[in-house]
C-alpha cells in the first residue's frame, strides 16, 4: 500500500481565497483523522470521521473550515475564506479498528505527508 | 483522556542511551500509552505501545510503573537519525489521541 496520500504537498495562497486540502486513507481503514500542526500549538487534532461520517468536530477552529468524506478512499478539509493564522501543516491520518472491548491497544495511525500551507 | 506531560527539550551525544518521562496522573484503567516519533517534514510515526511492566521492540523500549501515572521511552545508543520530535499519549482508542508539543530530541555528534 502506498500509504496516506495527501495532495497538495504545499499550498500558498492569498487570504480570502478558498483552499481544499484532500486526503486518501490506507485502503480499508475505517478511521480518518485530519491534524493541523504549529510551532505554537503543536499537532492538534481537527476533526475524525468513522465508516465516512464525522464523529468528533470540537477541535475544528470556526466554520470557515469544513470537512467532508463522501466515500472511503476519499477526503476533504476546506477553509473558506483562508486566513494568515491558517497557514500550518494538515496532517490527515488513518486507522483500522480492532476491536471494541475496552482495554484494547490503540490502533495505530498512519500519517501522511502532510499539507503545508501558507496564506498571506 | 489522560492528559500528559513530558519535557518540551533534550540534548543527547550520540551513542548514549535516552529516556524520556511522561507523566499521566490521571490516566484511566483502559487507557494505553502510545509513543509517536515526528521526524522533520514528515507525519508523526507509531513506536511503541504498553500498558503496563516493559514492553520492547527493535526501536525502543518502554517502562511503566506499577501505578501507570508515569511512563519512560527508553532509546539505547542514539545516532543523528534519532533527533526527532516524541509524543507521549494516553487512551483507550486512537480517536482519543492528543499529541501537544512533544519533546524535542536533539542528538548531537
Known amino acids: 500500500d502506498a500509504g496516506v496520500i495527501q495532495s497538495p504537498r504545499h499550498e500558498v495562497t492569498e487570504m480570502g481565497q478558498e483552499v481544499t486540502l484532500r486526503c486518501k486513507p490506507i485502503?480499508?481503514?475505517?478511521?480518518l483523522f485530519w491534524y493541523r500542526q504549529t510551532m505554537m500549538r503543536g499537532l492538534e487534532l481537527l476533526i475524525y470521521?468513522?465508516?465516512?461520517?464525522?464523529?468528533?468536530d470540537s477541535g475544528m477552529p470556526e466554520d470557515r473550515f469544513s470537512a467532508k468524506m463522501p466515500n472511503a478512499s476519499f477526503s476533504t478539509l476546506k477553509i473558506q475564506p483562508s486566513e494568515p493564522r491558517d497557514s500550518a501543516v494538515y496532517f490527515c491520518?488513518?486507522?483500522?479498528?480492532?476491536?471494541?472491548?475496552?482495554?484494547?491497544?490503540?490502533?495505530?495511525?498512519?500519517f501522511g505527508p502532510g499539507t503545508r500551507l501558507l496564506v498571506l | 483522556l489522560a492528559k500528559t506531560t513530558q519535557p518540551i527539550s533534550m540534548d543527547s551525544y550520540e551513542g548514549q542511551e535516552v529516556n524520556i518521562t511522561c507523566s499521566h496522573n490521571n490516566i484511566a484503567t483502559n487507557d494505553y500509552i502510545t509513543w509517536y516519533q515526528q521526524f522533520p517534514s514528515q507525519g508523526p510515526r507509531f513506536i511503541i505501545q504498553?500498558?503496563?511492566t516493559k514492553v520492547t521492540n527493535e526501536v525502543a523500549s518502554l517502562f511503566i510503573p506499577a501505578d501507570r501515572k508515569s511512563s519512560t521511552l527508553s532509546l539505547p545508543r542514539v545516532s543523528l537519525s534519532d533527533t526527532a520530535v516524541y509524543y507521549c499519549?494516553?487512551?483507550?482508542?486512537?480517536?482519543?489521541?492528543?499529541f501537544g508539543k512533544g519533546t524535542k530530541l536533539s542528538v548531537i555528534p
Open positions: 485502503s480499508g481503514h475505517d478511521y
Open positions: 504498553g500498558y503496563k
Open positions: 499519549l494516553g487512551g483507550a482508542g486512537s480517536y482519543q489521541l492528543t
Open positions: 491520518a488513518s486507522s483500522l479498528n480492532t476491536g471494541t472491548s475496552g482495554g484494547r491497544p490503540q490502533e495505530t495511525q498512519y
Open positions: 470521521f468513522n465508516n465516512n461520517v464525522p464523529i468528533d
